[in-house]
């Protein structure tokens, strides 16, 4: 009888190692659909980066509506009736991104997948990482619903300069809780989200202050939205 060879040892040894981390990663995601992960890549990296960590999660019924409801009109707007992905979106971003005069990408993704990145993986455009994220996008989509994703997303955002999520954003920008923002500051914090380490909120530039403006409209055109007075009730 002949003896397996040492490839055979190693790649019996690789498929068990592979399996233990993808059931470690399922259950991971079944854990978080409750309970909050402890610290995230970014978060690593804004440390040592220097920008020190400020943030302080807090549940769904503490964030406010209108928090909610201007991150929602900022950065995603059919958040209630997509299944994690704008595919309209992503096919726009494409053709603009294939365009060799475009100096600047143009992003699509959605709440659902910037929380799958902010939670479990790290910032990088490599097809690797977007694959992982296009699978952790439907596995929080179907185990954790949207009202989890959204408060996820409102608890690991980047909202400033070491800065992470809406209630340290509220106490750093406004000394309130997240729940006491009016429209306009929940508006201010919702339109640096693109990139909160370079925009500014004290010194806006016109484009933020455009942005804001634009956001407060979205707001007043959403607000008696069926699907999102459900969503953003407490």
């Known amino acids: ?13 690789l498929k068990r190692i592979v399996l233990f981390l993808i059931i470690a990663n399922l259950v991971f995601i079944v854990l978080t659909r ?9 978060m690593i990296g804004s440390l040592i980066k220097g920008h020190g960590l400020k943030r302080d999660y807090i549940s769904y019924d503490q964030m406010g509506r209108n928090a909610k409801l201007a991150v929602i009109c900022a950065e995603d707007q059919l ?13 726009k971003a494409m053709k603009y991104n294939s365009n060799p005069k475009h100096k600047k ?6 709440i659902s997948q910037q929380t799958a990145k902010n939670v479990f993986l790290w910032n990088g455009r490599n097809w690797f990482r977007k694959g992982l994220e296009v699978y952790h996008t439907f596995m929080i989509e179907l185990i954790w619903g949207k009202k989890r994703i959204l408060e996820t ?14 209630q340290a954003a509220a106490q750093h920008y406004y000394h309130k809780d997240a ?10 914090i919702a339109a640096i989200l693109p990139n909160p380490v370079y925009f500014s909120i004290e010194k806006p530039s016109s484009l933020i202050v455009r942005r804001h403006n634009w956001i407060l409209k979205q707001m007043g055109n ?5 699907e999102l007075i459900e969503m953003l009730n407490d």
């Open 34 to 42: 409750w309970v909050n992960t402890p610290i995230t890549v970014t």
């Open 1 to 13: 009888m002949a003896k397996p060879s040492r490839f055979s040892g190693f790649f019996r040894k």
């Open 105 to 110: 990408t143009r992003g699509a993704s959605t």
């Open 79 to 91: 958040f209630p009736d997509h299944n994690g992905f704008d595919w309209n979106a992503i096919e």
């Open 179 to 188: 729940k006491a923002l009016t429209r306009s500051e929940a508006a201010w």
């Open 222 to 226: 959403l607000d008696d939205d069926p």
């Open 153 to 166: 997303y409102l608890n690991v955002a980047e909202m400033g300069k070491g800065v992470y999520g809406i």
